[in-house]
């Protein structure tokens, strides 16, 4: 109890003076909070509070965030080479930073760090884990971290999952991402495994495989018989639900519970149809990228994206580039700063995410109500077509295309402005008037200014097709591309057990 209490203070003075987070206190918290948890249960929210600390009113919130920016901007000045440039060319003094001068710093595109990843290093950093995006729209962007941070993520990823009853100790979890987007894995592996849970990465394999994998049974003691928890790109679930369906599988094949996705847009559509191949599954969401972790954003009751203000500083930018702060249901660019103690290796001052959301403003309602807000992801700027009376952007077009049962998942599609609108393709069962119409109704319904309407058959004959990472094959797992046969389903004796909520 004492040593639980010494580390809960030390973590809140790291919080407070921007002292790097001390590894063991971490353990510790994490060890305390499971055993609680498998003692008395779920954990209440107070629980997770303390990774971003109390709510904070408008004006103590900016009062902290630009304290941490400016300390974070004199570290870059003095010890990142892109940054000492910067300063330097602007005559700004990074130590007489306050709120409002934030925005007199230059924002950092992302191609700069893509570029020269190694001049946003500290000279005074321990870089130990080089992670780097998948690359689906581009080159892949390097961010080095040192080994205490990675820990950070790890321990900090595993407290919320706990906390929220995403992963739990009874859990089976697989993971079904590219194993090139290593934060990813590791957050979700590092969680499972101080969590208590079993955990299996098996990447992007073909999808006949993993639903033979999700599909199989199970003896292991305390825990789940079947895969409970999956965490997976939206365009791959779209994959494993139409080969579900070619395979004649049914929800009662499966024991799948929740599934964790990021990386593309999540549509109501699809979570209908992975609902109807899989049962009453849970998908669970929330905003992160490698370039800013552990800072990101999550979803809450209402659909909105929060901030937690003491992980980092969210800005939302105008389109057209000019830095001007947008207001409410105005759509901009993300524009974040991880902030100290979180970030320490890799430093970012105001970095262009390049996705596009609209920010919300009060009075909120939501649970989150107090944090920081925009709508969900619209998707990246590059992909998104600006036509003669506004803009169309990705989500528009993916939530009314996967809404319509005759588009096969993931939808395979494209579109681009024309004279008065936005031209569409889409890959289709068929080619007839009722898909047709369906398509056509379902994207004027979204507000898309429909002037063209293509649909095919084969992806092959698609003219502007958009990157999805389910493409983002294993290629040094040949092997497992080819159909696998399926585990029988015949169900196996097992010995009940308490408190698992395994199917007989």
């Known amino acids: 109890m004492l040593e639980t209490a010494w580390a809960t203070l030390r973590f809140g003075t790291s919080m407070v003076f921007n002292r790097p987070f001390h590894r063991r206190s ?16 779920p954990i209440t929210s107070a629980g997770g509070d303390m990774l971003g600390g109390p709510s904070l009113d408008e004006e103590t919130r900016k009062v902290v965030q630009s304290r941490r920016f400016r300390e974070q901007a004199v570290r870059a000045a003095r010890e990142t080479s892109y940054y000492a440039e910067v300063f330097q ?109 079993v955990m299996h990465a098996a990447g992007l394999v073909s999808p006949e495989h993993t639903l033979a994998l999700l599909s199989e049974r199970h003896r292991l003691p305390r825990h789940k018989p079947y895969v409970s928890v999956m965490s997976t790109y939206p365009s791959y679930l779209g994959q494993l639900i139409e080969a579900a369906r070619e395979g004649n599988y049914q929800p009662n094949d499966f024991g799948l519970e929740r599934i964790l996705m990021g990386g593309e847009i999540i549509t109501a559509g699809l979570e209908r149809r992975a609902q109807e191949v899989f049962g009453p599954i849970t998908l669970l969401q929330n905003y992160g990228m490698t370039e800013l972790m552990p800072f990101g954003a999550n979803l809450c009751n209402q659909a909105h994206l929060h901030y937690e203000p003491a992980v980092g500083l969210a800005e939302f930018l105008d389109l057209e580039g000019t830095g001007r702060p947008v207001g409410a249901d105005e759509p901009g660019v993300v524009v974040a700063t991880p902030l100290p103690p979180f970030r320490d290796t890799t430093v970012l001052l105001r970095y262009n995410t390049e996705d596009v959301v609209r920010p919300v403003t009060g009075p909120l309602t939501c649970d989150m109500r107090r944090i920081p807000a925009s709508t969900n992801l619209l998707g990246k700027l590059k992909l998104a077509v600006r036509h003669d009376d506004g803009w169309v952007f990705v989500r528009d077009v993916v939530e009314a295309l996967d809404s319509v049962d005759a588009v096969v998942l993931p939808a395979r599609y494209g579109f681009w402005a024309v004279p008065g609108g936005v031209a569409v393709e889409v890959v289709a069962r068929s080619d007839d008037a009722a898909t047709r119409e369906a398509i056509g109704t379902a994207l004027e319904e979204r507000g898309v200014p429909l002037r063209d309407l293509r649909v095919i058959t084969d992806r092959a004959d698609l003219q502007h097709p958009r990157p999805l990472r389910c493409d983002l094959r294993e290629g040094s797992m040949a092997k497992l591309a080819e159909k696998p046969k399926a585990p029988t389903r015949k169900p196996v004796a097992q010995p009940a057990l308490a408190g698992v909520n395994g199917r007989p």
């Open 26 to 41: 971490l353990d510790r918290i994490m060890t305390a909070m499971r055993a609680t948890y498998e003692e008395l249960g």
């Open 89 to 197: 060319r602007t005559g700004l003094d990074p130590r007489r930073i306050q709120f409002d001068d934030i925005a007199s710093v230059p924002v950092t595109p992302k191609e700069a760090l893509r570029d020269d990843p190694e001049a946003f290093v500290r000279s005074g950093a321990r870089p130990h884990h080089r992670s780097t995006t998948t690359g689906t729209t581009g080159w892949p962007t390097t961010v080095w971290f040192s080994d205490d941070e990675y820990h950070l993520i790890g321990v900090l990823s595993a407290i919320t999952f706990l906390n929220r009853e995403i992963i739990t100790p009874e859990d089976f979890v697989q993971v079904s991402i590219s194993t090139r987007a290593r934060l990813g894995v590791h957050g979700v592996s590092f969680a499972a495994g101080a969590i208590g849970a």
